[in-house]
Nanobody
């Protein structure tokens, strides 16, 4: 009933910018915390940033000051503005929704997007 569709990944040069989007669809009444995670080859998946339904944000130290997470609750959409990109930002980026309330009153948990590739060249 809940699907996450990501867009915005691609190949950019170091110092460039990308904006990732994640659209949640389904019979969704509300969404709790949404977040972006990433996984580079040979590394553990890590939290990049997340944002609560009230707009409180949390960032990994490696992206503070460069990335901005935001959401549009009316559109059930999550964004990640990535500026001053570095080669070490290269990874597959995943969208996550920790829980939702559906229009039928049911609560659902732990949804993931398919991932979108971000490659930053030096």
């Amino acid at each position: 009933q809940v699907h996450l569709v990501e867009s915005g990944g691609g190949l950019v040069q170091a110092g460039g910018s990308l904006r990732l989007s994640c659209a949640a669809s389904g019979s969704i009444l509300s969404i709790n915390t949404m977040g972006w995670y990433r996984q580079a080859p040979g590394k553990q998946r890590e939290l990049v940033a997340n944002i609560t339904s009230g707009g409180r944000t949390n960032y990994a130290d490696s992206v503070k000051g460069r990335f901005t997470i935001s959401r549009d609750n009316a559109k059930n959409t999550l964004y990640l503005q990535m500026n001053s990109l570095k080669p070490e930002d290269t990874a597959v980026y995943y969208c996550n929704v920790d829980s939702v309330r559906l229009w039928n009153g049911v609560r659902g948990y732990d949804y993931w997007g398919q991932g979108t590739q971000v490659t930053v060249s030096s």
